[in-house]
């Protein structure tokens, strides 16, 4: 175990000495998560390790983070937090990506050695909802108020209405 995390890894040294890193990273080293969050003080709490299965460098753990995000339907602050699971296979090329099993996610080694945050940040990008909400209802509406709202902007809006009078007046 590290005392410090590292800004990059070379996933295949760690997984040949099988090292393990648990810390925290401050939310505010996650450039373009950080644009999508309301508030990015907190920390992101991550616990990895790295092995060999196959031949293959194998990444697994957890990431946590409490994410203040903007509620879609109420536009207030919503806590969400996430714990996402890794379970990531580095490979070479999209050839050994499809022969893996389906329990890994290929991560395609362009480089020798990866951003840390980078990968971390793209896990947490993966894992947010499309449309952040509460889990309970946050407006009320009236359905009432909604459906005579709609009788009335299509009886407004009908091109067709003044033929309606004139075949109902008898006039032509």
């Given at each position: ?46 616990d ?31 806590d969400?937090?996430l714990?996402v699971?890794?379970n ?10 499809d ?5 890994y996610?290929?991560?395609?080694l ?27 209802p946050?407006?009320?509406y009236?359905t009432h108020?909604?459906?005579?709202m ?5 009886q ?16 032509s």
């Amino acid at each position: 175990m590290l005392d410090r995390l590292p800004d990059f890894i070379d996933p295949l040294v760690f997984a040949d000495r099988q090292r393990q890193l648990a810390g925290k990273i401050t939310l505010k080293t996650f450039p373009r998560l950080s644009d999508m969050l309301r508030d990015n003080n907190g920390d992101v709490k991550i616990d990895l390790s790295f092995s060999k299965r196959d031949r293959l460098a194998i990444l697994f753990g957890t990431i946590q983070a409490i994410l203040k995000l903007e509620c879609q339907s109420c536009l207030e602050t919503i806590d969400l937090p996430l714990e996402v699971s890794i379970n990531l296979a580095f490979v070479k090329s999209l050839e050994q990506a499809d022969k893996l099993a389906g329990e890994y996610e290929a991560f395609i080694l362009k480089e020798k050695k990866v951003s840390l945050n980078q990968l971390l940040e793209d896990e947490l990008l993966l894992a947010l909802p499309d449309f952040p909400r509460h889990q309970q209802p946050c407006l009320n509406y009236s359905t009432h108020e909604v459906e005579i709202m709609d009788n009335e902007t299509t009886q407004s809006n009908n091109p067709f209405s003044i033929l309606a009078q004139l075949k109902n007046t008898g006039d032509s």
